[in-house]
């Protein structure tokens, strides 16, 4: 049985990593911040950017992949059934 990451698209698997790095570089800060750092350098507050980004874009690609499923599979069926007529109020 494949990895359940494995499954996913391509995108969702690129968001989730840069979800996963942006939260250990907000550890970093938060580290930083608890050794009595004053003021992090700037690349770590905006590597700190990745995991909103990461996350947005996971979020925006396995939406967009379960919508293809979804028109692949209604797809399918009405192939298999032929168009169903529609009613009119």
């Not at 350098?41 to 939406?63: D, K, Q, R, T, Y």
């Amino acid at each position: 049985m494949p990895h359940p990451l494995q499954s996913q698209p391509p995108a969702v698997r690129a968001g989730i990593w840069l979800f996963v790095l942006g939260l250990g570089f907000v550890a970093a800060d938060v580290i930083w911040w608890w050794s009595g750092g004053e003021n992090s350098p700037l690349w770590l507050n905006l590597l700190c950017l990745l995991a909103p980004l990461g996350f947005a874009v996971a979020v925006w690609s396995g939406l967009r992949a379960g919508r293809a499923e979804q028109r692949a599979a209604l797809r399918a069926l009405t192939e298999q059934t032929g168009p169903q007529p529609r009613i009119v109020d």
